[in-house]
């Protein structure tokens, strides 16, 4: 094996790579100990298996490391310099192996989520604060769900969740449910249907509007009327409060997530009313990219967000009589 003087001037990764880096551990643990037979039970070698270690490291060195007296390695004093200059690296490398443990009182980091509409205004707003009380320094940031770009948002976009009802198959991504999650209508009060039962033939008779926060409610609606005319659409808006605006001009009904349709009903004294025909709740789900799966900070975000976020919507679900 070549000498190659260690520490005298800064290697290239690739050299670095085509070393033996387990000898640099094996002189700390000769160091330590001061005898080759004392290392090789430490390191779980045999004695002549240490001895040859050595070689190696004194190969590798260009210096002897180590002189006897008796029984007592020596330490040369190059040995000396290698050792005091290992200590940091070692510690950082111990660091770096060393299980990750999380502690959320210390958090400083920033986590950034893509999420619905629907989902910042029904259902995080009642998990923010145990993640702050838990978590004071931690920083979030939520971006706009793209349902088409999901996979890039998650990856090169940098979000590190996504919190929406799953379009399709999220494979290769990481998902976990959440709850289930219903539609309502809402009217306003001088609405001929205010004060009447809702009947399919009124749903489909009167003009809709469509929010783009319901997160693909329509297509849900749509699938569920199959065989049936379509609703008439009137009015296709990005933010609720401008379908809501309209409401005393247009006898629009607005169909929303059923948790979505109380918070706003109740805001802007609203009627609300269940769909006259079958739907089946859906599923709202969390997730993830695999990338971030075993990060303790990301499984402690995640967990806290099911855990807060699935009795939310479990509970809203039952107290509306749908399961």
């Not at 260690?6 to 790579?17: P, S």
């Not at 090789?40 to 060195?61: E, P």
């Not at 004093?77 to 959320?104: C, G, K, M, Y």
Request: proline share 7%; with cysteine; hydrophobic share 45%.
């Amino acid at each position: 094996m070549a000498t190659l003087p260690l520490f005298g001037h800064v290697m290239e990764l690739e050299d670095i790579y085509r070393r033996d880096l387990n000898l640099l551990i094996a002189l700390r643990v000769l160091l330590e100990e001061g005898s080759v037979s004392k290392a090789a039970i430490r390191l779980s070698l045999s004695q002549s298996a240490m001895s040859r270690v050595l070689g190696r490291l004194r190969s590798l060195t260009g210096d002897p490391l180590f002189t006897r007296h008796g029984q007592q390695l020596i330490p040369t004093q190059r040995a000396l310099e290698l050792n005091a200059q290992l200590t940091a690296p070692l510690d950082i490398l111990r660091h770096v192996l060393s299980p990750e443990e999380f502690d959320p009182a210390k958090c400083e980091q920033s986590f950034k989520i893509a999420t619905t509409d629907y989902a910042m205004q029904t259902i995080l707003p009642f998990a923010l604060p145990r993640i702050y009380e838990e978590a004071p320094g931690l920083s979030l940031e939520f971006a706009p769900l793209q349902h088409d770009q999901l996979m890039r948002q998650l990856t090169s976009e940098g979000c590190d969740m996504a919190i929406c009802r799953p379009t399709g198959p999220v494979d290769p991504l990481q998902s976990d449910r959440l709850g289930l999650v219903s539609v309502f209508c809402m009217v306003s009060k001088h609405h001929p249907l205010a004060d009447k039962t809702l009947t399919l033939e009124d749903y489909l008779a009167y003009p809709h509007a469509v929010i783009a926060i319901s997160d693909g409610v329509k297509a849900l609606i749509d699938e569920a009327l199959r065989g049936h005319p379509e609703p008439k659409l009137a009015l296709r808006a990005y933010h609720l409060e401008a379908a809501v605006a309209m409401l005393d001009s247009l006898p629009l009904i607005i169909t929303v997530p059923a948790d979505l349709a109380y918070l706003v009903g109740e805001k802007y004294d609203l009627v609300i009313k269940p769909l006259p025909f079958e739907f089946k709740p859906f599923d709202y789900s969390l997730i993830w990219h695999p990338r971030t799966e075993h990060s303790a900070a990301q499984v402690w975000l995640r967990n806290l967000i099911k855990e807060e976020c699935s009795r939310l919507i479990d509970t809203r679900i039952k107290d509306m009589g749908f399961v």
